[in-house]
């Protein structure tokens, strides 16, 4: 959904999300929402900026970066961005920005509301989704998941290229 900012209203705007969608698709990975998306969002004009608060709340299927099982992920979102008009860009070359400038970004004449709210959704993803902590993951010999059976890879010979360091440690172990 567009809105054009002149067209917000000094008293601001007032969105409810609710949304069935399918998939959370960002460059080329896809995560698939379990449920439905929901949300608000209120749009506030004070002076040239654009002040967005809102919520979002989601769940969606990940995958465990250690075992590859798929598990849901619930996203909580509180946000709150300040936008410029571009306009607030021109004539500026290469300019240090203070930190508080830093968490600002610009908009047209037109704000894309959905692309800002998917975005805050893909941000509060774990870098490195994991099932639970105290997930195993996969043995790195044989594949077999730790989280479900053993596997008596760990007893495998070292490589020979490591054992003078392997001396070194056991040596410093008797100190």
């Known amino acids: 959904m567009e809105i ?50 809102g919520e979002i709340h989601a769940t969606l299927l990940l995958p465990c970066s250690r075992c590859l099982k798929e598990f849901p992920y619930k996203v909580d979102v509180e946000f709150m961005d300040e936008y410029l008009p571009a306009e607030a860009l021109e004539g500026r070359d290469e300019v240090e920005i203070s930190s508080e400038e830093a968490g600002i970004s610009f908009y047209e004449d037109v704000v894309d509301l959905e692309n800002l709210y998917m975005e805050k959704v893909y941000l509060s993803l774990p870098m490195k989704p994991l099932c639970s902590d105290e997930c195993k993951g996969l043995c790195p010999y044989c594949g077999v998941d730790l989280n479900v059976e053993s596997c008596n890879c760990h007893l495998r010979e070292v490589n020979s290229r490591w054992e003078a360091l392997k001396r070194v440690k056991e040596g410093l172990l008797k100190k």
């Open 4 to 53: 054009k900012v002149t067209e917000i209203p000094r008293e601001g705007l007032f969105f409810e999300i609710a949304q069935e969608r399918g998939y959370l698709e960002w460059g080329r990975e896809r995560f698939p929402f379990l449920g439905a998306l929901k949300g608000w969002l209120r749009l506030q004009m004070m002076g040239s900026r654009l002040i967005v608060r």
